[in-house]
């Protein structure tokens, strides 16, 4: 688009938000246009700037990644994870239709089932966090997946108001705040999120669009590159040979001779 990495000085695409102060929550930023970083060329002049849309599956797979993540640290270090809670978690899941497990990565270090979008939002919508955290940390991390689930649903609607927008803003930010809260007394912050949930993005990309894991190589031997230009290669064949891509159903009016012709 034109901009300098998502790490860089100057990142957004809409205003002059400085990376260094985007943690103040307080100021203002105008929506207009990002004149401090001009370095690269746009990579597609021909779309405007105001059609380009959030990737908001992404935001969705990020954040919920996040959100899992430190429910799940919390558990860990509870002694009796490996011979209870495991499995509770895994039925838990099971009930609301997830399929999902733990299991042992390298290093004795648990990991779990990469979940995709939909299921993804099931477990925001659905799983009892208090059933597994008690007290008020419980309740506040029960709140924000819910509230994340709201606003991830709010973001996909195609019609919104300025007032609805208003209130969204309010709403992201108290999102913000109490997830900094519970947070705060372990002494955790914000670096949550870091450039390593760009890493993970990259690979949930991946793996959606290959239905599975490519770490290590993938399992065909051949590069993930390669396979991607594969893929658009042949895209781009049907597209500059009319191949048809799909079966087109066409309703022949017999009453209707102006457009049989
Ligand atoms: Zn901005």
């Known amino acids: 688009m034109g901009l300098n990495a998502p790490n860089s000085k100057y990142f957004c695409l809409y205003c002059e938000c400085e990376s260094n102060i985007r943690w103040d929550?307080?100021?203002?930023?105008?929506?207009?246009?990002?004149?401090?970083?001009?370095k690269k060329p746009k990579l597609f002049p021909v779309i405007k700037q105001k059609n380009y849309i959030p990737d908001e599956l992404h935001l969705l797979l990020c954040i919920?990644?996040?959100?899992?993540e430190c429910f799940f640290n919390d558990l860990f270090k509870k002694k009796e994870f490996e011979w209870v809670i495991k499995s509770q978690i895994e039925q838990t899941m099971k009930s609301i239709q997830v399929h999902f497990e733990f299991f042992k990565?390298?290093?004795?270090?648990?990991?779990?089932?990469?979940?995709?979008?939909?299921?993804?939002?099931?477990?925001?919508?659905?799983?009892?966090v208090t059933n597994f955290i008690s007290g008020r940390r419980g309740e506040d991390i029960q709140k924000l997946w819910?509230?994340?689930?709201?606003?991830y649903m709010f973001i996909r609607q195609t019609d919104l108001k300025d007032s609805e927008i208003d209130?969204?803003?309010?709403?992201v930010k108290e999102w913000i705040y109490l997830f900094c809260r519970p947070n705060q007394e372990k002494n955790l912050s914000l670096r949550f999120f870091s450039a390593s949930s760009i890493e993970k993005k990259n690979h949930n990309q991946v793996q959606l669009f290959f239905g599975g894991t490519t770490m290590g190589g993938g399992i065909k031997g051949?590069?993930?590159?390669?396979?991607?230009?594969?893929?658009?290669?042949?895209?781009?064949?049907?597209?500059?040979?009319?191949?048809?891509?799909?079966?087109?159903i066409r309703n022949i009016n017999v009453e209707d001779k102006e457009n049989n012709n």
């Open 25 to 38: 929550m307080n100021l203002k930023w105008p929506i207009n246009k990002n004149t401090q970083s001009k």
């Open 64 to 68: 919920s990644d996040v959100l899992m």
């Open 105 to 128: 990565s390298q290093g004795e270090k648990w990991d779990w089932t990469s979940l995709m979008g939909p299921d993804k939002k099931k477990v925001l919508q659905h799983f009892p």
């Open 146 to 151: 819910r509230n994340f689930y709201d606003l």
């Open 167 to 171: 209130d969204f803003e309010i709403k």
């Open 222 to 248: 051949k590069s993930v590159v390669q396979d991607i230009m594969e893929f658009e290669n042949r895209q781009l064949f049907y597209l500059l040979n009319n191949t048809s891509q799909e079966i087109q």
